[in-house]
């Protein structure tokens, strides 16, 4: 069965700096796509990233890049220059399927406070 | 385009009414999904829709809950009798490019 798994429950990081939100998944399928998505406090979700599992170069959109490692079953959201705006909850998500019309399942989330 | 749009944004309900939260997706795009976000499950896929067709609900918690898509235009997720562990911000959301488009959510709270 598909599985997303974020380990940390919240982290800090100081305003200006990196911070990685770390994702693993369990998946026997061969072809499957990965996301991040962040919730602010105000509550609507946010697609931020997307990387194919057929994908080569790690995807990267503006400050958020996609540290995708397949052998290890790793995709870890690397923000770069964290603003305060940042603040949020962060979802590590999979989908099965190259395509959009399957499903996709969430991890549990990372809340991430940036400090002045 | 107005995105994804969902009605109500709150809810308030007493224990064995029926609700109906409405969708009204982006149009042109085929795919439909309603989430439900709780603290203790997170979000879980309810039952998702293609073409107007469901593909699977196997995520619907009981028979109280249903939900349909009559056209490309309108979805609706319906719990009757509602109870008070259905407490939660249901989402619903189309695929737009790679990723999903969220609604902003309908918190409903059944007291």
């Known amino acids: 069965a598909q599985k997303i798994t974020q380990t940390q429950p919240g982290m800090f990081v100081q305003e200006k700096e990196a911070v990685t939100l770390d994702c693993t998944y369990d998946t026997s399928d061969q072809s499957y796509g990965l996301f991040w998505y962040k919730q602010p406090s105000s509550g609507e979700m946010i697609f931020l990233i997307y990387q194919g599992s057929y994908d080569e170069q790690n995807a990267t959109e503006g400050r958020y890049s996609l540290n995708f490692q397949k052998a290890r079953k790793s995709a870890n959201l690397v923000i770069s220059a964290s603003q305060l705006g940042d603040s949020a909850m962060y979802f590590c998500?999979?989908?099965?399927?190259?395509?959009?019309?399957?499903?996709?399942?969430f991890g549990a989330g990372t809340r991430l406070f940036v400090k002045a | 385009d107005a995105g994804v749009i969902q009605s109500p944004r709150h809810e308030v309900t007493e224990m064995g009414q029926e609700v109906t939260l409405r969708c009204k997706p982006i149009?042109?795009?085929?795919?439909l999904f309603w989430y439900r976000q709780t603290m203790m499950r997170g979000l879980e896929l309810l039952i998702y829709?293609?073409?107007?067709?469901?593909?699977?609900d196997s995520g619907m918690p009981e028979d109280r809950f249903s939900a349909k898509m009559p056209n490309a235009s309108f979805s609706t997720l319906k719990i009757q009798p509602s109870e008070p562990r259905d407490s939660a911000v249901y989402f619903c959301?189309?695929?737009?490019?790679?990723?999903?488009?969220f609604g902003s959510g309908t918190r409903l709270t059944v007291v």
């Open positions: 149009s042109g795009h085929n795919s």
């Open positions: 959301a189309t695929v737009i490019g790679d990723g999903y488009t």
């Open positions: 829709f293609n073409n107007n067709v469901p593909i699977d």
């Open positions: 998500a999979m989908r099965e399927g190259n395509t959009g019309g399957f499903k996709t399942i």
